[in-house]
């Protein structure tokens, strides 16, 4: 797990503020059954529960087919490591735990429990995991201090027959050993003649050291340090674990050893490393300095020396960043999915060849988002993959689970592994990561952002957050004074540094009246009016400076209806040229994005309209990086039941038709046959159905229902409504909006002021 940097754009209380809203915590157990009945409630438990209970009672391994052992993994630490704090207690280290467990459930589907063991005695974990151990699928050892953490491990493995992985070990070792492949691959050097120093002697150091000699690394080629030196044959005071990798050397500090020295592993500490010891090493160097959160040397000061160096560090600030994200919960996606006795050494090589290859391919468009519109290649700033890669969930797995089976430890054999890793896929839909994307671009080219209700808290912490991020300078419209009372009350100083303006500044106003005036000259309003109007309307106001080049975007709303902002807006701002105002929602529900409208403005639109919509839904969908596919819904599907309500929709479908447009669209059907992958037997004949992420709703009423029932009792996550067709980037935030809601439109706005252009 990538560790706190100081370049993470919080405050204390925030963070604190995160844990406790809501429900305390980040996790909750959820049924996976129908409970809504009696007869659910007797099958789930008294007397139906009698079954399976008889079945395992025979065959322990029917626990994996009737209870969800097979896709539960314990996440367990004492807390004597906890990221780079140090041994806080067991408790201390639940925050950290149940982070790991969301983890798990985003990125592989995996159902996890965070269990903290209040005990420093070794053989005491040791006897309370294998106790408890066979209620889980495999096992996830986290934060536990070296070298106890190696002896926990070894004897669980003793005594358990599923998976035990201590991640701080065998996750950093398995996307470092990914790095170096691909790194050596890039240099044109051999991984059995390359020279390699390790500095640093840890949990995760001995754990790469061990990997790389699994890779092919020689023995004799590997020298390793801890803070007292080369770690030699002889040496004294050096436990069983240094000493299995003591070299035969007279080399004797790490200044010595890294001369000529071809890769450099740093999992240390800051600032160990010289200019003048990277200098020293031979050309085409390896540099991995991952000490967190700063590493043993910048990598701006490796490039001052060594043009030809491979970079690569812990921090996402960085090309190259090892991320062990990348790695564990796909590793104990394809151990849990062969039901897996162990993931042993030919399961952790198969992970990070999986690992390097994969940063080979052409990425897909999720990346190039996730990269703010850049598309990475393959090369010396691109040796492993994105997080946010989607095919990490089918790359890895398949790699993990074939090696499992061939080394004999999979208790489950695999028929297709080309279906196997179609299932994959299914599970998780890594689009809902899109916002780092947009911000990723947005930090490349900052904007300018108006926050119009400056004086509303969510809004006012919005616009601090905006800045904090480095996406731009916000802009709050609103009193001063007022705004100062509220920097006071969220716990800042009222002095805080941030940009206000109103209409006390007579040179803007009577800027942009003259602006707004000329505009509305001819809509029955006289200049008196418009002076009115910009001193008491912030619309009014906010968009005059976008018009007049004194900003570059807006996010208004908040605290009014929806609907009243709308209106005031459209006095104010046209429509960009050819097409239609609309609201449209990106709906994040079980890892799937999905992208809903008209969600806020049109009532009824004709087909005419809808078809408007779909095409600029399409326009905003590829912006994002989305593969566009069009379900327009009806509460029919495809001439059933017949409708006169439905008319409207097939009249679209028939328009969207003769236009000859170059995205994949089909309707009218119902929501379930647009998003469920089991109607495609049913309707083989179109290429919509079960794979749609563009919604097109046949009225106001049944897009902005399902949304909020979406959200309210769903527990889907909003963005938005975005809103589409407006001749200016301004977004509307919905009445009593949060603060990453604003902050999330914010983003878009900014993002739109740069990739559209609204001429």
């Known amino acids: 797990m990538t560790k706190k940097s100081k370049i993470d754009h919080y405050s204390d209380k925030e963070a604190l503020d995160f844990h406790l809203k809501g429900k305390s915590g980040k996790i909750e157990v959820n049924s996976s059954k129908p409970l809504t009945t009696k007869r659910d409630l007797s099958l789930a438990y008294s007397p139906g529960v009698a079954a399976p209970v008889k079945e395992i009672s025979k065959n322990p391994d029917a626990a994996y087919d009737y209870t969800s052992k097979g896709n539960l993994v314990a996440v367990i630490s004492n807390g004597s490591a906890i990221l780079g704090l140090g041994n806080l207690g067991s408790l201390a280290s639940k925050p950290v735990m149940e982070g790991k467990a969301v983890l798990f459930k985003r990125f592989a589907d995996i159902d996890s429990i965070d269990i903290e063991v209040d005990s420093s005695d070794i053989d005491e974990i040791i006897n309370t995991v294998k106790n408890i151990g066979n209620t889980f699928g495999g096992i996830n050892l986290e934060d536990i201090a070296a070298p106890d953490c190696f002896i926990i491990e070894q004897k669980l493995k003793e005594f358990l027959d599923i998976p035990i992985f201590h991640d701080d070990q065998h996750g950093t070792a398995i996307i470092t050993t990914a790095a170096l492949i691909n790194a050596l691959n890039i240099s044109g050097k051999k991984i059995d003649e390359v020279k390699v120093v390790i500095n640093g002697a840890g949990a995760s150091a001995i754990a790469c050291t061990n990997l790389f000699k699994s890779s092919g690394v020689k023995n004799e080629n590997i ?88 970079i690569a560090t812990g921090r996402s600030d960085y090309p190259n960043q090892v991320n062990n994200l990348i790695g564990f919960p796909y590793i104990f996606r394809g151990a849990l999915d062969v039901r897996a006795k162990e ?235 050819g097409e239609e105002i609309f609201g449209m929602t990106m709906m994040i529900s079980k890892g799937k994005t999905i992208l809903v409208a008209d969600t806020n403005v049109q009532d009824f639109p004709t087909p005419e309209r809808l078809v408007n919509v779909s095409i600029s839904c399409v326009r905003v969908a590829k912006l994002f990086g989305f593969d566009p596919k069009v379900a327009f819904l009806s509460h029919s599907t495809f001439g059933k039941p017949v409708s006169k309500n439905t008319k409207h929709v097939r009249d679209a479908i028939e328009l969207l038709k003769s236009k000859g447009v170059d995205f994949d669209f089909d309707g009218e059907m119902q929501p379930d046959v647009a998003l469920n992958p089991i109607y495609q037997e049913i309707y083989p004949f179109s290429k919509i159905v079960g794979k749609a992420n563009i919604l097109i709703m046949p009225a106001l009423h049944s897009a902005a229902i399902s949304t909020k029932l979406m959200k309210t009792f769903g527990g889907a996550k909003l963005i938005g409504p975005l809103l589409i067709g407006l001749g200016m980037p301004i977004e509307v935030a919905p009445l009593r909006s949060s603060t990453s809601d604003i902050l999330n439109l914010a983003s878009i706005a900014a993002y739109s002021s740069d990739v559209i252009d609204y001429k």
């Open 223 to 310: 020298i390793m340090c801890d803070r007292k030196g080369v770690i030699y044959k002889g040496r004294g005071n050096v436990d069983q674990f240094k000493s299995a990798h003591a070299a035969n050397t007279n080399l004797r500090t790490l200044e010595d050893a890294i001369k000529g020295a071809d890769v450099f592993l740093g999992l240390s500490a800051k600032d160990v490393v010289s200019k003048s010891m990277i200098g020293s090493m031979a050309n085409n160097p390896i540099i991995f300095a991952c000490a967190n959160p700063d590493p043993e040397i910048k990598p701006e000061d490796i490039k001052e020396v060594r043009s030809d160096a491979i």
């Open 343 to 577: 993931i042993n050494e030919e399961m952790k090589v198969a992970a990070a060849k999986a690992i390097a290859l994969l940063a080979r391919d052409d990425v897909p468009d999720e990346v190039v988002a996730a990269y703010g519109g850049d598309r990475p290649r393959y090369g010396k700033e691109y040796i492993i993959p994105s997080t946010f890669d989607p095919r990490l969930i089918s790359v890895i797995p398949a790699a993990v689970a074939e090696a499992a089976i061939k080394s004999g430890v999979a208790r489950k054999k695999i028929k297709n592994f080309e279906d196997y890793k179609d299932e994959l896929i299914n599970r998780l839909d890594p689009s809902m990561s899109l916002m780092q994307g947009v911000n990723a671009k947005v930090r490349k080219n900052p904007k300018r952002v108006i926050f119009a209700e400056g004086e509303d808290k969510n809004m006012l912490k919005a616009a601090i957050e905006f800045g904090k991020n480095k996406l731009g300078t916000p802009i709050l419209i609103g009193t001063e004074k007022r705004i100062r009372e509220q920097l006071k009350e969220i716990g800042l100083d009222e002095n805080h540094k941030i940009q206000i303006i109103n209409s006390t500044d007579k040179e803007k106003r009577e800027k942009y009246v003259k602006y707004l005036y000329r505009k509305l000259q001819r809509d029955g309003l006289l200049e008196r009016d418009v002076d009115r109007l910009v001193r008491n309307d912030r619309i009014a106001w906010g968009s005059s400076m976008i018009a007049s080049g004194d900003a570059d975007a807006m996010v208004t709303g908040n605290i009014r209806h929806y609907a009243a902002s709308i209106e005031k807006l459209k006095k104010v701002v046209s429509s960009r040229p």
